[in-house]
Protein backbone atom coordinates (compact mmCIF):
# COMPACT_ATOMS: atom_id res chain seq x y z
CA UNK A 1 0.00 0.00 0.00
CA UNK A 2 1.48 3.70 -1.12
CA UNK A 3 0.75 6.46 1.75
CA UNK A 4 1.55 8.95 -0.58
CA UNK A 5 -1.87 9.99 -2.38
CA UNK A 6 -1.67 10.93 -5.85
CA UNK A 7 -1.95 14.20 -7.27
CA UNK A 8 -5.61 13.18 -8.36
CA UNK A 9 -6.45 12.60 -4.51
CA UNK A 10 -4.46 15.72 -3.96
CA UNK A 11 -6.81 17.64 -5.89
CA UNK A 12 -10.19 16.18 -4.82
CA UNK A 13 -9.14 16.92 -1.37
CA UNK A 14 -7.90 20.35 -2.34
CA UNK A 15 -10.79 21.35 -3.91
CA UNK A 16 -13.09 19.66 -1.20
CA UNK A 17 -11.22 22.00 1.55
CA UNK A 18 -11.61 24.86 -0.19
CA UNK A 19 -15.36 24.52 -0.56
CA UNK A 20 -15.53 23.60 2.75
CA UNK A 21 -13.78 26.07 4.83
CA UNK A 22 -15.20 28.73 2.44
CA UNK A 23 -18.87 27.67 1.87
CA UNK A 24 -19.79 24.88 4.01
CA UNK A 25 -18.33 26.07 7.54
CA UNK A 26 -19.26 29.93 7.51
CA UNK A 27 -22.79 28.19 7.38
CA UNK A 28 -22.64 25.19 9.90
CA UNK A 29 -23.88 26.64 12.90
CA UNK A 30 -26.74 28.15 11.25
CA UNK A 31 -27.65 24.96 9.64
CA UNK A 32 -27.44 23.41 12.96
CA UNK A 33 -29.39 26.34 14.80
CA UNK A 34 -32.23 26.06 11.52
CA UNK A 35 -32.41 22.53 11.51
CA UNK A 36 -32.33 24.00 7.87
CA UNK A 37 -31.38 20.93 4.54
CA UNK A 38 -28.54 23.09 3.20
CA UNK A 39 -29.88 22.84 -0.62
CA UNK A 40 -27.85 25.32 -1.52
CA UNK A 41 -24.89 23.24 -0.61
CA UNK A 42 -25.79 20.18 -2.41
CA UNK A 43 -25.81 22.36 -5.75
CA UNK A 44 -22.64 23.52 -5.16
CA UNK A 45 -21.38 19.62 -4.44
CA UNK A 46 -23.22 18.71 -7.44
CA UNK A 47 -21.42 21.08 -9.80
CA UNK A 48 -17.92 20.04 -7.90
CA UNK A 49 -18.84 16.50 -8.64
CA UNK A 50 -19.25 15.35 -4.94
CA UNK A 51 -22.82 13.78 -5.37
CA UNK A 52 -20.94 10.55 -7.50
CA UNK A 53 -17.52 11.09 -7.35
CA UNK A 54 -16.66 7.11 -7.46
CA UNK A 55 -19.03 6.12 -10.32
CA UNK A 56 -17.42 6.65 -13.86
CA UNK A 57 -17.90 9.90 -16.00
CA UNK A 58 -19.99 7.93 -18.45
CA UNK A 59 -22.84 7.79 -15.63
CA UNK A 60 -22.60 11.20 -14.55
CA UNK A 61 -20.28 10.58 -12.22
CA UNK A 62 -16.39 11.80 -11.13
CA UNK A 63 -14.89 9.30 -12.39
CA UNK A 64 -12.68 9.55 -8.91
CA UNK A 65 -11.62 6.67 -6.58
CA UNK A 66 -12.82 5.65 -2.94
CA UNK A 67 -9.48 7.69 -1.69
CA UNK A 68 -10.86 10.44 -3.30
CA UNK A 69 -14.13 9.97 -1.65
CA UNK A 70 -13.12 9.57 1.86
CA UNK A 71 -10.49 12.44 1.57
CA UNK A 72 -13.81 14.32 0.52
CA UNK A 73 -16.21 13.14 2.63
CA UNK A 74 -13.62 14.17 5.52
CA UNK A 75 -12.99 17.89 4.68
CA UNK A 76 -16.75 18.51 4.32
CA UNK A 77 -17.78 16.61 7.43
CA UNK A 78 -15.32 18.58 8.97
CA UNK A 79 -17.21 21.75 8.57
CA UNK A 80 -21.01 20.35 8.71
CA UNK A 81 -21.66 16.57 9.93
CA UNK A 82 -24.97 17.12 8.43
CA UNK A 83 -23.80 18.06 4.64
CA UNK A 84 -21.40 15.31 4.92
CA UNK A 85 -24.13 12.85 5.75
CA UNK A 86 -26.33 13.88 2.51
CA UNK A 87 -23.43 13.37 0.42
CA UNK A 88 -22.39 9.97 1.73
CA UNK A 89 -25.93 8.54 1.88
CA UNK A 90 -26.07 9.70 -2.05
CA UNK A 91 -22.65 8.43 -3.00
CA UNK A 92 -22.49 5.41 -0.85
CA UNK A 93 -25.84 4.10 -0.23
CA UNK A 94 -27.43 5.18 -3.26
CA UNK A 95 -25.14 5.58 -6.34
CA UNK A 96 -23.00 2.46 -5.65
CA UNK A 97 -25.66 -0.18 -5.56
CA UNK A 98 -27.46 1.29 -8.47
CA UNK A 99 -23.92 0.88 -10.51
CA UNK A 100 -23.14 -2.59 -9.22
CA UNK A 101 -26.56 -3.98 -9.25
CA UNK A 102 -28.51 -1.75 -11.57
CA UNK A 103 -29.47 -3.01 -15.31
CA UNK A 104 -28.07 -0.63 -18.27
CA UNK A 105 -31.23 0.69 -18.77
CA UNK A 106 -31.13 1.79 -15.12
CA UNK A 107 -28.41 3.04 -14.79
CA UNK A 108 -29.20 5.72 -17.65
CA UNK A 109 -32.46 6.81 -16.09
CA UNK A 110 -31.73 6.58 -12.40
CA UNK A 111 -27.78 6.63 -11.70
CA UNK A 112 -26.95 9.37 -13.82
CA UNK A 113 -29.00 12.22 -12.63
CA UNK A 114 -28.14 10.87 -9.22
CA UNK A 115 -24.42 10.42 -9.94
CA UNK A 116 -24.38 14.37 -11.63
CA UNK A 117 -26.78 15.49 -8.25
CA UNK A 118 -28.92 16.63 -10.60
CA UNK A 119 -31.78 13.71 -8.17
CA UNK A 120 -30.87 13.07 -4.79
CA UNK A 121 -31.49 9.76 -3.42
CA UNK A 122 -32.24 7.88 -0.18
CA UNK A 123 -31.53 4.20 0.89
CA UNK A 124 -34.51 2.41 2.86
CA UNK A 125 -33.57 -0.53 4.52
CA UNK A 126 -34.51 -0.15 8.57
CA UNK A 127 -37.96 -0.31 9.92
CA UNK A 128 -39.52 0.12 13.07
CA UNK A 129 -38.64 -3.29 14.37
CA UNK A 130 -36.28 -4.06 11.56
CA UNK A 131 -32.67 -1.97 12.45
CA UNK A 132 -30.08 -4.02 13.40
CA UNK A 133 -31.45 -7.41 12.61
CA UNK A 134 -31.96 -5.72 9.21
CA UNK A 135 -33.55 -8.57 7.76
CA UNK A 136 -36.42 -8.32 9.93
CA UNK A 137 -38.29 -6.36 7.43
CA UNK A 138 -41.76 -6.31 7.33
CA UNK A 139 -42.57 -4.06 4.55
CA UNK A 140 -43.92 -6.64 1.83
CA UNK A 141 -43.81 -6.58 -1.66
CA UNK A 142 -46.27 -8.59 -3.73
CA UNK A 143 -46.03 -9.51 -7.39
CA UNK A 144 -49.26 -9.59 -9.84
CA UNK A 145 -50.24 -11.42 -12.71
CA UNK A 146 -49.15 -8.49 -14.69
CA UNK A 147 -45.76 -8.36 -13.50
CA UNK A 148 -46.05 -5.60 -11.41
CA UNK A 149 -45.13 -5.37 -7.56
CA UNK A 150 -47.92 -3.57 -4.68
CA UNK A 151 -45.59 -2.59 -1.90
CA UNK A 152 -46.71 -2.08 1.69
CA UNK A 153 -44.73 -0.77 4.79
CA UNK A 154 -43.41 1.37 6.76
CA UNK A 155 -39.36 2.50 6.84
CA UNK A 156 -38.02 4.28 9.22
CA UNK A 157 -35.32 7.28 10.03
CA UNK A 158 -34.42 7.45 6.33
CA UNK A 159 -31.80 9.86 5.71
CA UNK A 160 -32.73 12.47 2.91
CA UNK A 161 -36.00 11.02 2.79
CA UNK A 162 -38.32 14.44 2.54
CA UNK A 163 -36.11 15.93 0.46
CA UNK A 164 -35.01 12.91 -1.88
CA UNK A 165 -36.29 11.90 -5.33
CA UNK A 166 -35.15 8.65 -5.44
CA UNK A 167 -35.41 5.46 -3.23
CA UNK A 168 -33.23 2.78 -2.88
CA UNK A 169 -35.61 0.64 -0.98
CA UNK A 170 -35.64 -2.95 0.41
CA UNK A 171 -39.10 -4.60 0.78
CA UNK A 172 -39.80 -8.78 1.78
CA UNK A 173 -41.30 -10.38 -0.54
CA UNK A 174 -40.95 -14.23 0.82
CA UNK A 175 -41.02 -14.33 4.93
CA UNK A 176 -40.41 -18.02 4.57
CA UNK A 177 -37.42 -17.58 2.97
CA UNK A 178 -36.19 -15.56 5.78
CA UNK A 179 -33.06 -13.02 4.20
CA UNK A 180 -33.07 -14.54 0.97
CA UNK A 181 -36.74 -13.65 0.60
CA UNK A 182 -35.75 -9.63 0.65
CA UNK A 183 -36.09 -7.96 -2.18
CA UNK A 184 -34.78 -3.99 -3.63
CA UNK A 185 -36.01 -2.17 -5.89
CA UNK A 186 -35.76 1.54 -6.79
CA UNK A 187 -38.70 3.71 -5.72
CA UNK A 188 -39.18 7.09 -7.14
CA UNK A 189 -40.51 9.04 -4.46
CA UNK A 190 -43.39 11.02 -6.68
CA UNK A 191 -44.99 7.46 -6.71
CA UNK A 192 -48.54 7.13 -5.48
CA UNK A 193 -48.96 6.32 -2.28
CA UNK A 194 -45.58 7.04 -0.97
CA UNK A 195 -45.63 9.61 1.90
CA UNK A 196 -42.93 10.63 4.40
CA UNK A 197 -43.82 11.62 7.76
CA UNK A 198 -42.72 14.61 10.03
CA UNK A 199 -38.68 14.68 9.94
CA UNK A 200 -37.42 13.27 12.66
CA UNK A 201 -35.86 15.67 16.13
CA UNK A 202 -32.47 15.04 16.39
CA UNK A 203 -29.52 15.44 18.83
CA UNK A 204 -27.60 16.10 16.02
CA UNK A 205 -26.89 16.70 12.63
CA UNK A 206 -29.88 18.41 12.07
CA UNK A 207 -29.46 19.83 8.87
CA UNK A 208 -29.78 16.20 7.60
CA UNK A 209 -33.76 15.64 6.84
CA UNK A 210 -34.84 11.95 7.92
CA UNK A 211 -37.84 10.76 8.26
CA UNK A 212 -40.07 8.11 8.50
CA UNK A 213 -41.22 6.40 4.87
CA UNK A 214 -45.19 5.06 4.34
CA UNK A 215 -45.86 2.94 1.61
CA UNK A 216 -49.09 2.60 1.09
CA UNK A 217 -50.54 0.23 -1.76
CA UNK A 218 -47.62 1.72 -4.16
CA UNK A 219 -47.40 0.38 -7.03
CA UNK A 220 -44.23 -0.19 -9.43
CA UNK A 221 -43.20 -1.88 -12.50
CA UNK A 222 -41.17 -4.59 -13.25
CA UNK A 223 -38.42 -3.24 -14.37
CA UNK A 224 -38.45 -0.83 -10.79
CA UNK A 225 -36.96 -4.17 -9.23
CA UNK A 226 -33.08 -3.86 -8.01
CA UNK A 227 -30.66 -6.70 -8.68
CA UNK A 228 -32.85 -10.21 -8.39
CA UNK A 229 -35.90 -11.31 -6.45
CA UNK A 230 -34.60 -12.45 -3.07
CA UNK A 231 -30.91 -10.74 -3.88
CA UNK A 232 -31.49 -7.88 -1.77
CA UNK A 233 -30.34 -9.05 1.32
CA UNK A 234 -26.84 -9.28 -0.24
CA UNK A 235 -27.29 -5.78 -2.23
CA UNK A 236 -27.98 -4.15 1.64
CA UNK A 237 -25.12 -6.17 3.00
CA UNK A 238 -22.54 -5.24 0.60
CA UNK A 239 -23.72 -1.60 0.13
CA UNK A 240 -23.47 -0.90 4.08
CA UNK A 241 -19.81 -2.17 3.76
CA UNK A 242 -18.64 0.45 1.36
CA UNK A 243 -21.32 3.14 3.21
CA UNK A 244 -18.93 2.29 6.36
CA UNK A 245 -15.75 4.01 4.49
CA UNK A 246 -18.11 6.93 4.13
CA UNK A 247 -19.69 7.29 7.58
CA UNK A 248 -16.00 6.50 9.18
CA UNK A 249 -14.38 9.53 6.74
CA UNK A 250 -17.83 11.64 8.49
CA UNK A 251 -16.29 10.52 12.19
CA UNK A 252 -12.85 11.39 10.95
CA UNK A 253 -14.05 15.09 9.76
CA UNK A 254 -16.22 15.65 13.25
CA UNK A 255 -12.99 14.51 15.27
CA UNK A 256 -10.76 17.09 12.95
CA UNK A 257 -13.04 20.00 13.91
CA UNK A 258 -13.03 18.75 17.89
CA UNK A 259 -9.13 18.83 17.46
CA UNK A 260 -9.01 22.15 15.40
CA UNK A 261 -11.24 24.09 17.50
CA UNK A 262 -9.63 22.75 20.20
CA UNK A 263 -6.06 23.84 19.77
CA UNK A 264 -6.89 27.21 18.02
CA UNK A 265 -8.76 27.86 21.75
CA UNK A 266 -6.08 26.27 24.12
CA UNK A 267 -3.49 28.78 22.22
CA UNK A 268 -5.39 31.93 22.96
CA UNK A 269 -7.25 31.03 26.32
CA UNK A 270 -4.83 31.84 29.51
CA UNK A 271 -5.30 30.68 33.18
CA UNK A 272 -2.59 30.89 35.54
CA UNK A 273 -0.70 33.53 33.54
CA UNK A 274 -0.56 31.25 30.60
CA UNK A 275 -2.07 29.49 27.50
CA UNK A 276 -4.19 26.51 28.40
CA UNK A 277 -2.04 24.55 25.78
CA UNK A 278 0.84 24.73 28.45
CA UNK A 279 -1.00 23.16 30.83
CA UNK A 280 0.17 19.71 30.01
CA UNK A 281 -3.06 18.12 31.35
CA UNK A 282 -4.05 19.80 28.10
CA UNK A 283 -1.34 19.33 25.63
CA UNK A 284 -1.64 15.32 26.45
CA UNK A 285 -5.54 15.09 25.18
CA UNK A 286 -4.79 17.70 22.46
CA UNK A 287 -1.49 14.33 21.62
CA UNK A 288 -4.16 11.57 21.99
CA UNK A 289 -6.94 13.39 20.32
CA UNK A 290 -4.18 13.50 17.36
CA UNK A 291 -2.85 10.46 17.66
CA UNK A 292 -5.97 8.73 17.41
CA UNK A 293 -7.05 10.48 14.02
CA UNK A 294 -4.21 9.44 12.43
CA UNK A 295 -5.04 5.90 13.22
CA UNK A 296 -8.65 6.53 12.50
CA UNK A 297 -7.50 8.09 8.83
CA UNK A 298 -5.16 5.04 8.01
CA UNK A 299 -7.90 2.85 8.79
CA UNK A 300 -10.36 4.32 6.52
CA UNK A 301 -8.24 4.94 3.55
CA UNK A 302 -7.16 1.15 3.97
CA UNK A 303 -10.70 0.19 3.61
CA UNK A 304 -10.99 2.64 0.69
CA UNK A 305 -7.66 1.56 -0.72
CA UNK A 306 -9.27 -2.50 -0.73
CA UNK A 307 -12.30 -0.75 -1.89
CA UNK A 308 -10.28 0.55 -5.01
CA UNK A 309 -8.28 -2.35 -5.51
CA UNK A 310 -11.37 -4.98 -5.77
CA UNK A 311 -9.97 -6.67 -2.64
CA UNK A 312 -12.03 -7.60 -0.02
CA UNK A 313 -12.72 -4.81 2.58
CA UNK A 314 -16.06 -5.48 4.93
CA UNK A 315 -14.09 -6.60 8.03
CA UNK A 316 -12.11 -3.52 7.32
CA UNK A 317 -14.42 -0.83 6.53
CA UNK A 318 -16.19 -2.40 10.17
CA UNK A 319 -13.44 -1.56 11.64
CA UNK A 320 -12.13 1.47 10.03
CA UNK A 321 -16.09 3.05 11.38
CA UNK A 322 -15.92 1.23 14.73
CA UNK A 323 -12.60 3.00 15.43
CA UNK A 324 -13.55 6.29 13.63
CA UNK A 325 -16.57 6.63 15.31
CA UNK A 326 -15.69 6.15 18.61
CA UNK A 327 -12.81 8.27 18.33
CA UNK A 328 -14.99 11.53 17.16
CA UNK A 329 -17.26 10.56 20.22
CA UNK A 330 -13.97 11.24 22.67
CA UNK A 331 -12.45 14.04 20.78
CA UNK A 332 -15.35 15.57 20.63
CA UNK A 333 -15.87 15.32 24.85
CA UNK A 334 -12.51 16.32 25.27
CA UNK A 335 -12.76 19.19 23.15
CA UNK A 336 -15.53 20.61 25.73
CA UNK A 337 -13.44 19.69 28.38
CA UNK A 338 -10.29 22.01 26.21
CA UNK A 339 -12.88 24.88 26.30
CA UNK A 340 -14.43 24.37 30.33
CA UNK A 341 -17.98 26.68 30.15
CA UNK A 342 -17.53 27.95 26.20
CA UNK A 343 -17.87 24.31 25.43
CA UNK A 344 -20.67 23.93 26.81
CA UNK A 345 -22.70 27.11 25.28
CA UNK A 346 -23.98 27.07 21.48
CA UNK A 347 -21.82 30.37 20.81
CA UNK A 348 -18.85 27.83 20.13
CA UNK A 349 -18.76 25.09 18.29
CA UNK A 350 -17.93 22.37 20.08
CA UNK A 351 -21.05 20.98 21.44
CA UNK A 352 -22.24 20.58 18.10
CA UNK A 353 -19.08 18.25 17.05
CA UNK A 354 -20.37 15.99 20.16
CA UNK A 355 -24.30 16.12 19.68
CA UNK A 356 -23.03 15.59 16.02
CA UNK A 357 -20.47 12.85 17.09
CA UNK A 358 -22.80 10.00 18.21
CA UNK A 359 -24.93 9.05 15.34
CA UNK A 360 -21.45 7.76 13.89
CA UNK A 361 -21.67 5.05 16.30
CA UNK A 362 -25.60 4.34 15.41
CA UNK A 363 -25.96 4.24 11.75
CA UNK A 364 -24.95 1.82 8.87
CA UNK A 365 -24.49 -0.75 11.69
CA UNK A 366 -23.77 0.19 15.62
CA UNK A 367 -20.93 -0.43 17.39
CA UNK A 368 -22.20 -3.39 18.36
CA UNK A 369 -23.16 -4.54 15.05
CA UNK A 370 -19.50 -3.62 13.43
CA UNK A 371 -17.83 -5.80 16.59
CA UNK A 372 -19.87 -8.46 15.21
CA UNK A 373 -19.06 -8.07 11.68
CA UNK A 374 -15.31 -7.81 12.40
CA UNK A 375 -15.54 -11.03 14.99
CA UNK A 376 -17.92 -13.16 11.85
CA UNK A 377 -14.67 -12.62 9.81
CA UNK A 378 -12.29 -13.49 12.16
CA UNK A 379 -14.11 -16.74 12.95
CA UNK A 380 -14.40 -17.43 9.21
CA UNK A 381 -10.46 -16.99 9.25
CA UNK A 382 -10.26 -13.92 7.56
C1 LIG B 1 -30.30 9.93 12.25
C2 LIG B 1 -30.46 8.57 11.70
C3 LIG B 1 -30.35 8.35 10.35
C4 LIG B 1 -30.54 7.07 9.82
N1 LIG B 1 -30.50 6.90 8.46
C5 LIG B 1 -30.89 5.71 7.94
C6 LIG B 1 -31.03 5.54 6.53
O1 LIG B 1 -30.79 6.46 5.75
N2 LIG B 1 -31.45 4.35 6.06
C7 LIG B 1 -31.73 3.30 6.89
O2 LIG B 1 -32.11 2.24 6.39
N3 LIG B 1 -31.58 3.41 8.24
C8 LIG B 1 -31.18 4.60 8.77
N4 LIG B 1 -31.05 4.73 10.14
C9 LIG B 1 -31.32 3.59 11.00
C10 LIG B 1 -30.08 3.04 11.69
O3 LIG B 1 -29.28 2.36 10.74
C11 LIG B 1 -30.54 2.16 12.85
O4 LIG B 1 -31.06 3.03 13.85
C12 LIG B 1 -29.43 1.31 13.39
O5 LIG B 1 -29.05 0.33 12.47
C13 LIG B 1 -29.80 0.62 14.72
O6 LIG B 1 -31.04 0.00 14.62
P1 LIG B 1 -32.15 0.27 15.76
O7 LIG B 1 -32.24 1.74 15.94
O8 LIG B 1 -33.38 -0.45 15.39
O9 LIG B 1 -31.54 -0.31 17.08
P2 LIG B 1 -31.71 -1.82 17.61
O10 LIG B 1 -31.43 -2.76 16.51
O11 LIG B 1 -33.03 -1.92 18.30
O12 LIG B 1 -30.54 -1.90 18.68
C14 LIG B 1 -30.67 -1.34 19.99
C15 LIG B 1 -29.36 -1.61 20.73
O13 LIG B 1 -29.14 -3.03 20.82
C16 LIG B 1 -27.88 -3.35 20.24
N5 LIG B 1 -27.98 -4.64 19.56
C17 LIG B 1 -28.94 -5.03 18.68
N6 LIG B 1 -28.70 -6.29 18.27
C18 LIG B 1 -27.56 -6.69 18.88
C19 LIG B 1 -26.78 -7.88 18.85
N7 LIG B 1 -27.09 -8.90 18.07
N8 LIG B 1 -25.67 -7.94 19.62
C20 LIG B 1 -25.30 -6.89 20.40
N9 LIG B 1 -26.00 -5.74 20.47
C21 LIG B 1 -27.11 -5.64 19.71
C22 LIG B 1 -27.60 -2.23 19.25
O14 LIG B 1 -26.21 -2.14 18.97
C23 LIG B 1 -28.14 -1.03 20.01
O15 LIG B 1 -27.19 -0.63 20.97
C24 LIG B 1 -30.80 5.99 10.68
C25 LIG B 1 -30.89 6.21 12.07
C26 LIG B 1 -30.73 7.47 12.58
C27 LIG B 1 -30.87 7.69 14.06
Redesign the pocket.
Known amino acids: MNFTPTEEQLAVQKTAREFAQNEVLPKAAEIDREHRHPAELVKRMAELGFLGIAIPETYGGSGFDHVSYALAMEEISRACASTGVIMS ?1 NNS ?1 VCDPIYRFGTEAQKKEWLTPLASGKLLG ?5 EP ?6 AAQKTTAEKQSDGTWILQGT ?7 PVADVCVLFTMNDKAAGHKGITAFILPMKTKGVRCGTP ?1 E ?1 LG ?1 RG ?1 K ?1 SQIFLDDVRLPADALLGEVGGGFKIAMSTLDGGRIGIAAQALGIARAALEDSLAYAQQRRTFGKAIVQHQAIAFKLADMATEIDAARLLTLRAAYLKDHKQPYGKEAAMAKLYASDVANRAAREAIQIFGGNGYVTEYPVERHFRDAK ?1 TE ?8 QR ?1 VIAGHLAKGG
Open positions: VLCFALSEAGSDAKNWITNGDKISSIIYEGTSEIL
